[in-house]
């Protein structure tokens, strides 16, 4: 799941004070250090060199507070507000769409599964009495059955797949099968038969 923008503001805030935290608890130590070694050249120069990244790492700090709080400033405006209603409108509204098209593929499957039954049934006929039936499969009519069919497999396989993770079932789990050129010929024999 993606970040929204306040959620990665509030991360930079939350790594600024983890930092801040780590060298304000590294200056104390040098601090003592120096302290306790008052001719110890490198330990008064630490000192002052965590004394200086210090003061940066508040300035990060602040930098980060503030723009945390101008993302919090404007996702409560009532601009926001508007903007986050209207997307909620237009969300329902492309999952409608959405869900009348799936409901349009179904029918058009169903469709195509009964002009097959037809064709087969006059193929039939035909050749009883050595003639030949309408052929439906012009105009690209058979491409588009592919693809519809093709979708419709994929689709029932996406269902089946929610279906099972959501079982919690011990037998549901999905099994790490390795990719063989006899398990992609079996899987192309079973997935990919045209017309059935």
């Given at each position: 799941?993606?970040?929204t923008?306040?959620?990665?503001?509030?991360e930079?805030?939350?790594r600024?004070?983890?930092?801040?935290?780590?060298l304000?608890?590294?200056?104390?130590a040098?601090?003592?250090?120096?302290?306790?070694?008052?001719?110890?050249?490198?330990?008064?120069?630490?000192a002052?060199?965590?004394?200086?990244?210090i003061?940066?790492?508040?300035?990060?700090?602040?930098?980060?507070?503030?723009?945390?709080?101008?993302?919090?400033?404007?996702?409560s405006?009532?601009e926001?507000?508007?903007d986050?209603?209207?997307?909620?409108?237009l969300n329902?509204?492309?999952?409608?769409?959405?869900?009348?098209?799936?409901?349009?593929l179904?029918?058009?499957?169903?469709?195509?599964?009964?002009?097959?039954?037809?064709?087969k049934e006059?193929?039939g006929?035909?050749?009883?009495?050595?003639?030949?039936?309408?052929?439906?499969?012009?105009d690209?009519?058979?491409?588009?059955?592919?693809?519809?069919?093709?979708?419709?497999?994929?689709?029932?396989?996406?269902l089946?797949?929610k279906e099972?993770?959501?079982?919690?079932r011990?037998?549901?789990?999905?099994?790490?099968?390795?990719?063989t050129?006899?398990?992609?010929?079996m899987?192309?024999?079973?997935?990919?038969?045209?017309?059935?």
């Amino acid at each position: 799941m993606t970040m929204t923008e306040l959620e990665k503001r509030q991360e930079a805030v939350d790594r600024a004070q983890a930092e801040l935290n780590q060298l304000q608890a590294e200056h104390r130590a040098a601090e003592h250090a120096a302290i306790d070694n008052p001719g110890d050249r490198e330990a008064i120069l630490a000192a002052a060199h965590l004394e200086v990244y210090i003061k940066a790492a508040e300035k990060v700090l602040q930098s980060a507070t503030e723009a945390f709080t101008a993302e919090q400033a404007r996702l409560s405006s009532p601009e926001a507000a508007k903007d986050l209603k209207e997307l909620d409108k237009l969300n329902k509204q492309m999952e409608k769409t959405k869900g009348e098209l799936i409901e349009t593929l179904i029918a058009v499957n169903e469709r195509f599964d009964a002009l097959e039954a037809t064709y087969k049934e006059a193929k039939g006929i035909a050749k009883r009495y050595s003639q030949t039936p309408y052929t439906w499969e012009g105009d690209y009519l058979r491409m588009i059955r592919n693809q519809v069919q093709k979708w419709q497999r994929m689709r029932y396989s996406w269902l089946r797949h929610k279906e099972i993770m959501a079982s919690k079932r011990l037998g549901a789990k999905p099994v790490k099968i390795e990719n063989t050129p006899e398990r992609r010929k079996m899987l192309k024999e079973r997935y990919h038969k045209v017309g059935e």
